[in-house]
């Protein structure tokens, strides 16, 4: 089975093909803003002016390479929406064009399985943490349920806020995660966890008046190492709520090498072991798309037209997971 994906939520027009041994061709155009931070508009204006091209590559090698599509997955939410409708309109027109079913992805939950699928873990509790969402999960019941989760904005944001107030370009995480390495000292910032859930927009703000103060490698540290102790509090918790042995990084600010450790460190320190999905799938990716809907499609589940409706605020408890079992 060969399966088309095509991602394209905020930042990277993706496109895929995946088969069940792995990613066949992987073609992408990075919206980079000229300022600030991402605006939906320019994103969705940028996925449109690059949709032919992207597009146009990944057909052109299913042509050389004589390979027959069995259907179109793509991102139906959550995300911006002018950026939503531009890809489902594409993913629409593939589907009428090459008279093969649709699948509707939701992208958190493609995040999840591609992580699955490229670290080999079976039912982990999982870090979900992007530009747009902070999440700690667990398959229960046949869906992932949010244990735990951000009750303002992502911790992905949080930081690019914190990058573009101190004059770094966007995305900040990999800035600031460069800068943290030369610190010297921790300087005391606001850790937020309220029961399971999180906090982070506080403490970007206290993150962006301390560099008024102090010196910015130390306040990058600082920030990493109040998020991510944040973050690891409650996936502890939720590790032994739900008992479960494994736990996975993914989404953009997985690839961040000092939260992994982190979560490392936690994982042997209660016998439990840590995934971490090669650093190319972290972000944003078409594959991530395909590959959830290839494994949708085998259990059963396509999209008509009339279900294909863009979905911005999908959340990722609202997929009923007929593909894994726990
Ligand atoms: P996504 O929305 O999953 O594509 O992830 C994008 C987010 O990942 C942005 O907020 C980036 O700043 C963040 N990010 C990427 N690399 C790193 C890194 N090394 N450390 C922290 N955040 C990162
Ligand atoms: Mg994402």
């Not at 929406?81 to 699948?103: E, I, Q």
């Not at 966890?193 to 306040?219: C, H, I, P, R």
């Not at 395909?290 to 009339?306: F, N, P, R, V």
């Amino acid at each position: 089975m060969i399966i088309f994906g095509l991602e394209g939520t905020a930042w990277n027009l993706s496109a895929a093909l995946v088969d069940e041994n792995g990613v066949i061709y992987e073609k992408s155009a990075t919206y980079v803003p000229a300022k600030g931070g991402i605006h939906p508009r320019e994103a969705s204006q940028h996925h449109a002016d690059h949709m032919a091209k992207v597009v146009g590559d990944v057909l052109a090698k299913a042509r050389e390479q004589s390979l027959k599509i069995d259907a179109i997955a793509f991102s139906q939410g959550p995300g911006l929406g002018p950026c939503l409708r531009t890809v489902a309109t594409a993913a629409r027109v593939l589907s009428l064009r090459f008279g093969v079913p649709l699948v509707g992805v939701n992208h958190c939950v493609a995040h999840i399985e591609v992580g699955k699928w490229q670290s080999g873990a079976k039912d982990p509790a999982i870090i979900y943490v992007s530009g747009a969402n902070s999440q700690v999960l667990a398959l229960r019941r046949g869906r992932y349920r949010i244990f735990g989760e951000t009750l303002d904005i992502s911790i992905g944001n949080a930081i690019d806020k914190f990058a573009r107030s101190v004059g770094l370009p966007h995305p900040g995480g990999p800035k600031v995660e460069a800068l943290a390495r030369d610190a010297k000292h921790y300087i005391p910032l606001p850790y937020t966890v309220k029961g399971m859930d999180l906090s982070f927009s506080g403490l970007s703000t206290a993150a962006t008046e301390a560099a008024k103060k102090y010196d910015l490698a130390d306040v990058c540290y600082s920030l990493q190492e109040t998020a991510f102790a944040m973050l690891v509090e409650v996936t502890e918790r939720a590790m032994a709520h739900a008992e479960k042995k494994e736990a996975m990084l993914v989404g953009g600010v997985g690839a961040n090498k000092r939260l992994g450790e982190m979560l490392n460190t936690m994982c042997l320190e209660r016998g439990a072991k840590f995934f971490l999905p090669p650093k190319k799938f972290m972000g944003d990716n078409g594959s991530m798309i395909a590959y959830t809907g290839l494994i949708m499609l085998k259990s059963g589940t396509t999209t008509s037209l009339e279900e294909s409706k863009v979905r911005p605020g999908y959340r990722t408890d609202d997929v009923v997971v007929s593909w894994a079992s726990s």
